[in-house]
């Protein structure tokens, strides 16, 4: 078999989705993946700019995938509408990109507040987490048991629909995603207690965008309803929530 078909074969088992041949962006910054080349452009404003075509391979971890180029390991998140590469040694955000350079500006970090949050010595996994994209940075339930019940809400100007990365990210510790638990199923609701709908989420870290029938909203409630288990904690956690107008 050719080495590029096999390659192809094996990544599309590990992906859902597949992101070859995709082209991500946001103002600044370009992102383009073939089946075994990375190309990118970063002109940010009063940076050096940067500019590179490399190869590239993707190692996945725990569900959690990992792209290296240039002798570097980043942590990938992606979907078909957008990807988004850690930097794990320095915690940042090295690329948020959209599948259209204006579109980036319509993922909006809603204000949310949850029933329960976990508090780990000086550490709060509270809702106001859900906003960063870094690894180890996670909303946690802090009830006893898998957080069934527990309630996100979630308030912006206008949400059309919401972006979920679920479970424990981590750079460092990629074994954490599956040692805690992860978000199986929601109900959505609006604040008049009227269901907008039930959804299973995927057990991947990868985004999952998810439509709202009857938008837009300003502000809606999320409830989980079942879990897919942690190996060893019952901790729910869920790795950051963005909406779109």
Same mark, same amino acid.
């Given at each position: 078999m050719n080495r590029n078909i096999f390659?192809?074969?094996?990544?599309? *088992?590990?992906?859902?989705?597949?992101? #070859?041949? $995709?082209?991500?962006? /946001?103002?600044f910054q370009l992102l383009r993946l073939t089946e075994d080349r990375i190309e990118f452009k970063d002109y940010t404003p009063?940076?050096?700019?940067?500019?590179?075509?490399?190869?590239?391979?993707?190692?996945?971890?725990?569900?959690?995938? #990992?792209? $290296?180029? $240039?002798?570097?390991?980043?942590? #990938?998140?992606?979907?078909?509408? *957008?990807?988004?590469?850690?930097?794990?040694?320095?915690?940042?955000?090295? #690329?948020?990109?959209?599948?259209?350079?204006m579109n980036v500006e319509k993922y909006l970090d809603p204000s949310v507040h949850s029933s329960s949050y976990l508090i780990e010595g000086n550490t709060h996994y509270n809702a106001e987490n859900l906003a960063y994209t870094e690894s180890n940075t996670p909303w946690v339930e802090g009830v006893e048991g898998f957080g069934i019940g527990e309630i996100l809400t979630v308030e912006a100007y206008s949400i059309s629909e919401i972006i979920i990365s679920n479970g424990f990210v981590?750079? /460092?510790?990629?074994? *954490?995603?599956?040692? /805690?638990?992860?978000v199986k199923e929601i109900l959505i609701s609006d604040t008049a207690g009227k269901l907008i709908g039930t959804y299973e989420l995927q057990d991947t870290p990868n985004p999952q965008h998810i439509p709202l029938p009857g938008a837009p909203y300003k502000k809606i409630i999320i409830e989980i309803l079942s879990v897919y288990e942690g190996s060893q904690y019952e901790d729910t956690c869920i790795n950051f929530l963005y909406v779109k107008p």
């Open positions: 390659l192809y074969f094996i990544l599309s *088992l590990l992906f859902p989705v597949s992101f #070859f041949g $995709q082209e991500y962006s /946001n103002p009063d940076m050096e700019p940067i500019k590179f075509d490399a190869e590239y391979s993707i190692s996945v971890e725990h569900s959690i995938s #990992f792209i $290296q180029f $240039q002798g570097k390991r980043w942590l #990938f998140l992606s979907s078909p509408e *957008l990807a988004i590469i850690l930097d794990g040694i320095f915690p940042r955000t090295m #690329f948020f990109g959209a599948d259209r350079p981590s750079y /460092n510790s990629p074994c *954490l995603y599956s040692k /805690n638990s992860r």
